[in-house]
């Protein structure tokens, strides 16, 4: 159980970003991740994006007979300074329960970018206040969230962004495979073209283990399938540019897909 809500956790947190534009009213959407035909994992996000500033929080748990056998859940959440392109975060924070254990840390960040502090709290209720290491922040990466925002604004998603997720840095890595055509199903409420775009992580500094673990494994076995884990990208608001309106990933235990199941 400990490897899938690692896995599972790896999944979510890798794909969902924020919109780019200044829109009226928050977007409130929510999305149903499949494996192998069945729903596993609900997940409920809101995205508000204002000329200054932007901020987004997902809600995430296990579901159906797997929500009974591994009862998990999960919250993410990202604001910063909207500079479009050149956006930096304030603060970025994620929790994960585990049955009723919770573990959390918190990002914050100055106003030019650069990382303040990184504070962990962890089960048993204690704190952790303590630095990453200089190589891991130096250079002002951002955090995952931050760093989709940035690539949303963009034109195309292809780009490469400087990330860190506490002990580690990395590069996530887009490269658009060109546009395709989603019809609506029972699964997705989304029908019109979306930009396919594959994402790679490329590790930079900070411990990375010997033996892949999370996404690493996840990534590792999706280039076994002869595939990169896939976006797609789609307008689904006049007011609100592209955003993840599919997510797939092939992996050793079957392919895993995220639909956009309803807009509000």
């Known amino acids: 159980m400990k490897f899938f809500k690692i896995f599972i956790f790896s999944v979510i947190c890798g794909f969902f970003a924020l919109p780019s534009v200044y829109a009226s009213t928050p977007l409130n959407v929510t999305?149903?991740?499949?494996?192998g035909?069945?729903?596993?994992?609900?997940?409920?996000?809101?995205y508000a994006v204002t000329p200054d500033s932007y901020a987004m929080t997902m809600d995430m748990q296990t579901t159906g007979m797997l929500g009974k056998l591994a009862p998990w859940s999960g919250v993410i959440q990202s604001n910063g300074l909207n500079k479009r392109?050149?956006?930096?975060?304030?603060?970025?924070?994620?929790?994960?329960?585990?049955?009723?254990?919770?573990?959390?840390?918190?990002?914050?960040?100055?106003?030019?970018?650069?990382?303040?502090?990184?504070?962990?709290i962890?089960?048993?209720?204690?704190?952790?206040?303590?630095?990453?290491?200089?190589?891991?922040?130096?250079?002002?990466p951002?955090?995952?969230?931050?760093?989709?925002?940035?690539?949303?604004?963009?034109?195309?998603?292809?780009?490469?962004q400087s990330v860190l997720d506490g002990k580690r840095k990395f590069d996530m890595v887009f490269k658009s495979k060109g546009e395709g055509f989603l019809k609506q199903s029972k699964y997705s409420v989304f029908e019109g073209k979306a930009e396919i775009c594959e994402v790679e992580i490329v590790p930079v500094a900070g411990k990375?283990?010997?033996?892949?673990?999370?996404?690493m494994s996840i990534q590792g076995q999706a280039k076994d399938q002869g595939q990169?884990?896939?976006l797609w990208f789609g307008r689904v608001r006049d007011?609100?540019?592209?955003?993840?309106?599919?997510?797939?990933?092939?992996?050793?235990?079957?392919?895993?897909?995220?639909?956009?199941?309803s807009i509000d």
Request: charged share 25%.
């Open 122 to 140: 962890k089960s048993d209720g204690k704190t952790v206040n303590e630095m990453p290491p200089s190589d891991v922040y130096d250079g002002a």
């Open 228 to 230: 990169l884990p896939r």
């Open 31 to 35: 999305y149903s991740l499949y494996a």
């Open 37 to 46: 035909g069945f729903n596993v994992v609900d997940i409920e996000g809101t």
């Open 85 to 120: 392109e050149n956006s930096t975060p304030l603060k970025h924070s994620f929790a994960s329960t585990w049955r009723d254990e919770t573990e959390t840390t918190t990002f914050t960040f100055n106003n030019d970018g650069t990382l303040k502090s990184h504070i962990r």
């Open 208 to 215: 990375w283990r010997d033996k892949p673990r999370g996404w």
């Open 239 to 261: 007011d609100m540019p592209p955003i993840p309106v599919r997510f797939q990933i092939k992996t050793d235990y079957g392919t895993m897909i995220m639909h956009l199941k």
């Open 142 to 160: 951002n955090d995952m969230l931050s760093a989709l925002f940035r690539t949303m604004n963009q034109s195309s998603c292809a780009s490469s």
